[in-house]
Every structure is written in C-alpha cells, then in structure tokens.
DNA sequence: CTGAAAGCGCTTACAG
DNA sequence: CTGAAAGCGCTTACAG
C-alpha cells in the first residue's frame, strides 16, 4: 500500500493560471466565488477550466481551508453464517445512511463510509483512519465502547446513534422505551394476548437493551407472561431468530402466543421457521418486528413493527454534527418519536380491525 | 457554506515532535513504518501519540503523498413517488457499494459515497466534486452520457458500473444476455409457455437494453410470443411494475403467461399487483426478475430471477480502478457471468421440478 | 480588482 | 539513525 503513488501529472491551479493570462489568485477567487473578480478575469478563468477539465484538488482546498467537507460513517456489516446465504442487515443501516448522505448534501458535504466485521479487531484503528480523513464521526449502534468513544471525541466530533449519550459526544436514538410499550399494550390489551416472549438482539446494544427493559415493564404491568433469557436470544438477525424458533419446537416445548422480536430482520427469521413448521402466523402465533424496514409490509403476513424514523435519524445525526463542526456546539441528546405500526402478524385483519 | 472553518486548535505532528523530543521527520517515521527507527526514538513517539490522541491529517498527507487513498462512487437515488411509501431502490446498488467498500478496505482506501437525484440537474457538478475528493471514481449505471465520461477520465480514473465501456474509462458488468437467454430457455422449453411481455427497465440503461435484446431474440429463437414496448414500460421500480399490470387489466386486455421484469423490484411490483387482483402466481401468471435481491427468495412465491454477483462486481469495480491508480493501466471491459436462480415463480415447484 | 507570498500539516530526499 | 528543509496544491491576508 506504501508502495502506491499518483502517476498521472496533474493539472493544477497553476496550470490554469498561465493557460488564462491571470495569477493563481484569481483562479481561485473565481473558482470559489470570492471577492469580485472583473468579468473579464471571470470568463477567461472559466474557459481556461473548461478546456483543461480542472478539478481542484480536495486535499490541497482541505488543508488550506482547515475544512475537509466530509463526515465519516462507520457502522457494522454481518460476517457471521449468513440466513440461506442472503446479506440482511444491510436495510436497517442504509436507510440511516442514506438520510445521512442527503442532509450532508445539503451542506456541500460528501460522506465517507466504512464498515467493519462483527469479528474485527481492528475497529479502532479504522475509525482513526476514517476520523483524519474527514471533519467529523458519525458512529452506529455499538462500535466502540464508552471510554473510546469519550476519547475519540477528544480529537474530533462525534455523534452516535443509536447508542447511549457519552462524554463529549453527542447522540441520536430514537424512543425505544415508547414504542415497545405500545406494541405491547396492543398485544396484550386489544388482542388479549397473556403469553409473550421477547427474541433480543445483540445484547450490548442499547437500543436492545432498552427495549427489552420496556417489554419487560410493560408485560409485568398487564400481568402477562414474559419469556426472555438465553432460550430467546437472537443477534438482530434472521437467522438468529429462526434459530430460537426451531430450538424451542426441537424441544418439544411450548411457544408462546405472541413472539416480539428485537428487529425486523429477526422477525423475518421467526416467520420463516414458523412457516416451515407449517405454524400459523398469527393464527397459533403472533409475531412483530422493531424498525419498520421497507420488506416488512410484503412479508406474509405484513408485519406488524415500530417504524423508527431512520432516514430522519441519520439526517439528525448529520444535522447535528455539522452545527459542531462549524459552531462549536450542538446538542448532546436528541430522542426522535416512533410510530407503531399495525399491520397483519399480530392478529390484525387487513382492513384494520383486531380481532381478540 | 464559505463560512464554515474548522475551529478547534488541532494536534499536529509538531506537537507530537516536541512531546515526544524527537523531530517531526522521526514522528512520521515511526507513524508510517518507514526507515528505521531506534527502539528508543519508537517508543517516545508512540508514547506521545497515545497521550495525545494524535490522528495524523489526512488532507496533509494525501498532499504530501499525492495519494489519497479514497475512491468516490456516485449513483442515483430514487426520487419518484415511491411504492407505498418506501424507498426500494436501495438494494441493488447497495450490495454492490459494500462490495467495493470491502475490496477498497484490502488496500487501505476508504470509500466516498454520494447519491443523486434522478431529476437532478447538477450530476455533473457533484461527480467533479467527488472526484476533487478521491484518487478515482466509480460510477454506477446511466450516471453520465458517454461524453461526459470520457470527458471525465481525462481527469480521473473512472471505472462504470453496469454500463458500456467507454473511451478512456473501464467497465464492469455481468453477462446480461447470457442470463436473460438462459431464462427465456427456462420459460419457453421447460415451462412451455408460448406468451411472453418484458417488463423493461429506464430505457436510457445499457443493462436494460441488452437484457430486452436478449429477451427478443431468445423469444423469436423459439417462436414464442414477445410482448415489450410502451405498455410495458417499467421504470425499474415496483411502482413501475405494478403500473403496468394495472394498466393492462384495467384495460380488459389479456395478460401473458410468463412476465419477464426487468429486474427484482419491477418483478415485487408485479407481483404485488397480480395478488391484488386475486391472479395466481404462478397459476395464472409466470413471474421472472432480474438481480436475485436479499428479498427475492422471501417472496410468495420465492422469485425466479437471475443472479447478478453483485458484491463481486463492486470488489471488481475496486480492484480494476485501483490498479489503474497504482500501475496507470487496468483492464477496460471485464464482464462476470451470472446464474439462472430458479425458484417458483416461474412455476418451479419447491422440491425443484418444473411442472409443464 | 489583482498579484506575490505565506501557510495549512504532512512526507521524504538530502546531509550529517 | 536523525534532523532541517523543500514541496505537495490550494486559500487568503496583505500590498498595490
């Protein structure tokens, strides 16, 4: 990699300069819209772009300006045994970035991504990569721990999401707390549902975490059975939440009547086992997912979720690092609402009415 | 825009020169693993970076090294009116962006991402902006008129996806006759059916218009009936896909036997359509698509379609521009087969016969 | 309005 | 092995 350099000779301001009769000055001025170049300095700077197909060189502008118009992104792809082969958890994180990527456009920002291996040991070394090549750190769900975050934060703004508010950075989330409690209250007071069972995510997720806490709460305060614990632990995959389904039937043991499952991807994975069991959904068993991702509505039957407002999470996310970045501050904490989404595998029929 | 500077006194390998007592050439040393530094000289200057937190500045050090060590990779997201209010455009492009991201991760470069508008006016604008930013360029399919490509590579390296090789730029694509050939062989001999539409993609797409060739010539190879043109233009998008089935029905015309989509999302279009209206797949109605998406095998029926290597072509992408980076040349035109994936919308039945 | 020159934070011959 | 210094391609006070 050290052995790698530019070949090509390339064009530079200077080359501009001398092919329009101007000073570098000028051509910068003009590139950049500063000051008031006379008009005709202005169109010969402009032809002479034209015709040698200038670009400015970003690293030069970012070194010189102290600002590099780019926000790094660093988040988490699956490596493990994939579901029938298939990569899932692409949806949930692209939809966030994408959001993150619109908002940083509108600020002439671009964004620099990069993803790291579940198993990687490497993580903090590619986040440093990344941070000193952009202005700033957006960090998903559980990438580092909190002393490295507080740390990080240190030498460059930081904002994570869906994570926990740390020292020095700032966060997005998204009310967790909120929308398992009233996807459980549906469950159990519109369908009168008595038996639950929670199938979590990885389980040094926060936002696992604090939706488990609230299935919990919300289940003991209807007096219904909670099921969680190792015999439900999923990894935010589908293949994670298929594989507690087929543990369970294995067993010969009983499934509850209504199975809430940490993501959308780990409901997939639930409905399929379910299917190949040739248990109805949500017949014999009702099941709901978490985020809302957009293969939800054409599962069969539509899952029944909590919609986070992912796009608007990684706008936000942006949002509020660009106002560090170039004010100083920003918020620590921002909670973006949810919506619960009813559709048909909790029980629901299609034309709206839940039936008991 | 113009306003933003970078406000916080940042650490410079002068700081870490004078803490650690050594000279900054001694710093960028032992950070880079050049030369041979005494033991002692590594260890002060280690000891210093830690204390510090110091992250070496990427913008200095791709002035310096003429080497950036980032691709850019533009593409165009959807903007239309999306079906039921999702954004599904994504998975496609979005497999192929991880596989660049991964094979860019084996060489130490980081990968810039930035998305279009389909409406939007200045792609132009925003591809130099990227490529400003980065050693290269990869663009995904239809992003610039071939003009505009060539025009670009003079710059740049740049590297198409999915489109056709143009002057001075390389391409990467799949075999997109040899598997729309394949399928239409399925539909016709094994299937025997006699009456074909293809539902198409942007007419403007060098995929789409070699996989309508394909489709055309296989049909007329064996006689079979092959319905294409302005009633069945999809535009890539279920949206699309489902427009035109409710068109046609709407319009008491008669449906073919088999619907070969343009791609996977036109083909989750049709279908949904086709359920809508009670028609069964693949009863009544064949259904095809193209790219094999995550979700195609989650579809009811699980979606006959042809897979795409599509992570492979973006690490292809990657490694093609990347020696063009290091070495100055790369190959021009590489194509990656692709492979019939037959499940049962095309009337397969699981266990894997086809039934006549 | 315009140009000469300094400076942004690194890397790397070049001496020692 | 190590340091002083030049240079990467821009932007922007500072004079004129």
Redesign the interface.
């Known amino acids: ?8 000779g ?2 530079t301001i200077y080359d501009v300069a001398s092919q329009a009769g101007v000073s570098i000055a000028s051509v910068s001025r003009v590139l ?3 000051g008031s170049p006379r008009a005709n300095t202005r169109e010969r700077v402009i032809r002479a772009v034209q015709e040698l ?11 010189s ?6 926000v ?1 992104v660093v988040f988490r ?1 699956g490596e493990e045994t994939h579901f ?1 082969g ?3 958890s ?2 949930f994180i ?2 966030i ?2 959001g993150i ?2 908002a940083a ?1 509108r ?2 920002f ?6 790291v291996g579940y198993t990687d040991e490497k993580v903090a070394a ?1 986040i ?8 700033g750190v957006i960090l998903h769900d559980r990438m580092l721990p909190s002393a490295a975050i507080s ?2 934060a ?3 703004p930081v904002v994570t999401l869906a994570g926990s508010p740390q020292k020095g950075a700032m966060n997005v989330r998204c009310d967790n707390e909120a929308g398992m409690r009233a996807l459980v209250r549906h469950l159990v007071k519109d369908h009168g549902y008595r038996s639950l069972a929670y199938v979590s995510g990885r389980s040094d997720s926060p936002d696992n975490r604090s939706r488990q806490k609230a299935f919990e709460q919300e289940a003991a305060a209807h007096q219904a059975t909670a099921n969680t614990g190792p015999d439900w632990q999923g990894n935010y995959s589908a293949a994670g939440g298929a594989k507690v389904v087929e543990a369970i039937l294995d067993a010969h043991r009983k499934l509850p009547r209504a199975i809430v499952c940490a993501n959308d991807q780990t409901a ?1 994975g639930v409905m ?1 086992a379910l299917a190949r069991r040739r248990i109805n959904v949500p017949g014999d068993v009702a099941v709901t997912g978490f985020d809302d991702v ?2 939800a ?4 039957p539509p899952l029944t979720t909590v919609r986070q407002p992912m ?1 608007e999470m990684g706008a936000t996310a942006f949002d509020v690092l660009y106002s560090r ?4 501050h920003g918020d620590a904490d921002v909670v973006l609402p949810v919506q619960l989404m009813v559709r048909e595998s909790c029980g629901c029929t299609a034309s709206g009415r839940s039936r008991a």
């Open positions: 990699m050290r052995d790698v350099k530019k070949l090509k390339t064009l950049n819209g500063q197909g200038f670009v400015p060189d970003g690293a030069a502008r970012a070194l300006n102290g600002l590099k118009e780019v790094g792809r029938e298939e990569d899932e692409l949806l692209d939809v970035n994408r990527d619109v456009q600020r002439g671009d964004v620099l991504m990069s993803s590619r440093a990569s990344i941070a000193g090549k952009a202005d740390k990080l240190e030498t460059v997939l399929h957009p293969v509505r054409h599962l069969h796009q970045i170039s004010t100083g």
